[in-house]
T-cell receptor, first 116, second 112 residues
Framework: GAVVSQHPSRVICKSGTSVKIECRSLDFQATTMFWYRQFPKQSLMLMATSNEGSKATYEQGVEKDKFLINHASLTLSTLTVTSAHPEDSSFYIC????????????FGPGTRLTVL | EDQVTQSPEALRLQEGESSSLNCSYTVSGLRGLFWYRQDPGKGPEFLFTLYSAGEEKEKERLKATLTKKESFLHITAPKPEDSATYLCAVPRLSGGYNKLIFGAGTRLAVHP
């Protein structure tokens, strides 16, 4: 149980384009989903937290207009990187939790974004 | 300030050579400590949750223990397939959400 999927697993795009990454909880309802970013040989950095049906909350220093998050259902959250630039190239990972105060988070396999 | 520190940063072991990874934490009101395994290019895979000092959990060659200030991940007779980055994390209640604070990880390499 507690399986989380992400799509796509890899994406290469040109600078200035927008990229959408999907995160799905496959066998449970995820009231809360989290989006992380990970640079090579570094740990996970939380970007934002989303609750189904409400606006996402962003961590300090994360541009909400650049990283658009939509949590439209209890099993799907999307992260859209708008007007991507090479510095946005990174490994993006989502996690899902059955509730905002639930302790455990279950992680997706990650999406490797490369912006040319 | 809540903080999680892992050591060593990297560890190289021979197959069968047991060792321990350390995770020290400072957090107000511990509501669990989590261990994850992360393989290159993949998301973290959940291993253990520990809630109280003295608690231990085991899975195959791994055993996690918890004290009031730190946690250890003991690896007994490791195999090459145990090579990965091991992350520990603690939840911090912020804005009504349990957000995870991660350590930097320990990169484990087990050589045959």
């Amino acid at each position: 149980g507690a399986v989380v999927s992400q799509h796509p697993s890899r994406v290469i795009c040109k600078s200035g384009t927008s990229v959408k990454i999907e995160c799905r909880s496959l066998d449970f309802q995820a009231t809360t989903m989290f989006w992380y970013r990970q640079f090579p040989k570094q740990s996970l950095m939380l970007m934002a937290t989303s609750n189904e049906g409400s606006k996402a909350t962003y961590e300090q220093g994360v541009e909400k207009d650049k990283f658009l998050i939509n949590h439209a259902s209890l099993t799907l959250s999307t992260l859209t990187v708008t007007s991507a630039h090479p510095e946005d190239s990174s490994f993006y990972i989502c996690s899902a939790s059955p509730g905002p105060r639930y302790n455990e988070q279950f992680f997706g396999p990650g999406t490797r974004l490369t912006v040319l | 300030e809540d903080q999680v520190t892992q050591s060593p940063e990297a560890l190289r072991l021979q197959e069968g050579e047991s060792s321990s990874l350390n995770c020290s934490y400072t957090v107000s009101g511990l509501r669990g400590l989590f261990w994850y395994r992360q393989d290159p290019g993949k998301g973290p895979e959940f291993l253990f949750t520990l809630y109280s000092a003295g608690e231990e959990k085991e899975k195959e060659r791994l055993k996690a223990t918890l004290t009031k200030k730190e946690s250890f991940l003991h690896i007994t007779a490791p195999k090459p397939e145990d090579s990965a980055t091991y992350l520990c994390a603690v939840p911090r209640l912020s804005g009504g959400y349990n957000k995870l604070i991660f350590g930097a990880g320990t990169r484990l390499a087990v050589h045959p």
